[in-house]
């Protein structure tokens, strides 16, 4: 069985929507498969010029609208490098991004494609003060769901929520699987240590989305009581000038750093305290798992896919989105318990290797893609049992 991974853009760091794919091939490729990777370079730029038809809605009542034309463009381009470049044939296609399965579809419409649903681009660009809920956007960018609903052979996204998300713009969510991210352990390598201040961290792109300025409030209120603490910023975005600025009137920038982008943030998390991301929306939220796979304590918010990973008060503390007292208040327990902290952060640690491990994940996807045919590897069978023990007693 020849398989293709597809993706949209090159992978560019772990956490991201695309990270944990090379790490899936290489473990597919070393039992046997036969397995390439795909991915449109952010170079290609209105190159495509073929014309876009859908099946359940007709795209072009809303044509003259500046993000919807940059999707459609998109698309046109991924047509057109996939064109130029793959000249072989497949027995299956894994998509990671609904403009790579539609265009792998059509120009493959005898090969059975598959897709990884990562995130909600629309709730992202709401979030974000870019489009308003309810507008053309909005409204484009759902109909696709129910275009890939018809076009492709199988759906799965990384967990519950945003599986019953999906379920307000397709037909018939049951055929919408749920197959939670997994993480090459031998990445993260907990590391014991002492911190005469409790170092809280977060990592992700500063886009409004991510509810940093309620972090930044949050810790506001912690100096003001007198609690201790320092806080590590590691991502670049469009609002890093107004955080920095924010910290800045709130009286917290001495106690704040900002890293800027990092490619590899899981070498640097093992040596802080708490992981805390107050995000307003998360489809899964991979850095939870890969903080927890640090053996960092875990704050989230009750929103996504994070609850199914954090059971509040068992594995980590969970605040309601844009409440500034409650995380601060959930972070000041943890930083006058350390206690309490580590017997969180343990907690998490367990649950990540158990339900989060990368083989977990090759396991239930070798199963998918067998459900298309017989695979040509007999290494195929190799990975029930594997892997119990990866990434080998870091703790």
């Not at 990368?358 to 990975?383: C, K, N, P």
Request: hydrophobic fraction near 40%; glycine fraction near 8%.
């Amino acid at each position: 069985m020849k398989i293709l991974q597809a993706l949209f853009f090159p992978p560019e760091q772990p956490g991201g929507v695309s990270s944990m794919v090379p790490y899936i091939q290489e473990r597919f490729i070393k039992k046997g498969w036969d397995m390439e990777l795909f991915s449109l370079p952010k170079r290609i730029r209105s190159k495509g010029t073929e014309d876009v038809e859908f099946h359940t809605f007709d795209w072009k009542q809303y044509a003259g609208n500046p993000i919807i034309d940059k999707y459609i463009q998109t698309y046109k381009d991924y047509i057109w490098w996939t064109k130029l470049r793959l000249k072989g044939s497949y027995d299956l296609i894994h998509a990671h991004h609904p403009i790579a399965a539609l265009a792998m579809k059509r120009i493959f419409p005898d090969t059975p494609v598959m897709i990884t649903i990562h995130s909600s681009y629309e709730k992202e660009l709401m979030l974000n003060g870019r489009i308003q809920e309810g507008g053309p956007e909005e409204k484009f960018l759902t109909s696709i769901y129910g275009e890939l609903e018809y076009s492709l052979d199988r759906i799965i996204t990384a967990s519950h929520a945003f599986r019953m998300y999906l379920g307000n713009y397709m037909e018939d969510c049951s055929r919408v699987e749920v197959i939670p991210n997994g993480f090459d352990q031998r990445r993260f390598r907990p590391y014991s240590h002492e911190n005469a201040v409790t170092q809280l961290i977060s990592v992700c792109r500063l886009v409004p989305a991510k509810g940093l300025d309620t972090l930044l409030e949050a810790c506001a209120r912690l100096k003001k009581k007198g609690v201790p603490f320092v806080l590590h910023l590691i991502g670049d975005g469009p609002i890093r000038e107004e955080l920095e600025q924010m910290a800045v009137d709130l009286g917290i920038y001495e106690d704040t750093i900002f890293y800027g982008y990092m490619l590899h943030p899981e070498e640097f998390m093992p040596f802080f305290d708490i992981f805390v991301l107050p995000s307003r929306a998360e489809a899964f939220g991979s850095v939870f798992a890969e903080a927890a796979l640090c053996l960092l304590a875990l704050v989230g918010t009750q929103v996504g896919g994070i609850p199914e990973q954090i059971e509040d008060g068992r594995n980590g503390l969970l605040v309601p989105s844009g409440d500034s007292e409650a995380l601060a208040d959930a972070l000041e327990t943890l930083i006058e318990d350390p206690g309490y902290r580590y017997e969180l952060a343990r907690a998490a640690w367990e649950k990540a290797k158990k339900s989060y491990s990368l083989t977990r994940v090759i396991q239930q996807l070798a199963a998918v893609y067998r459900s298309f045919g017989t695979a040509a590897a007999d290494g195929a069978e190799e990975f029930e049992g594997e892997g119990e023990n990866e990434g080998g007693g870091g703790v």
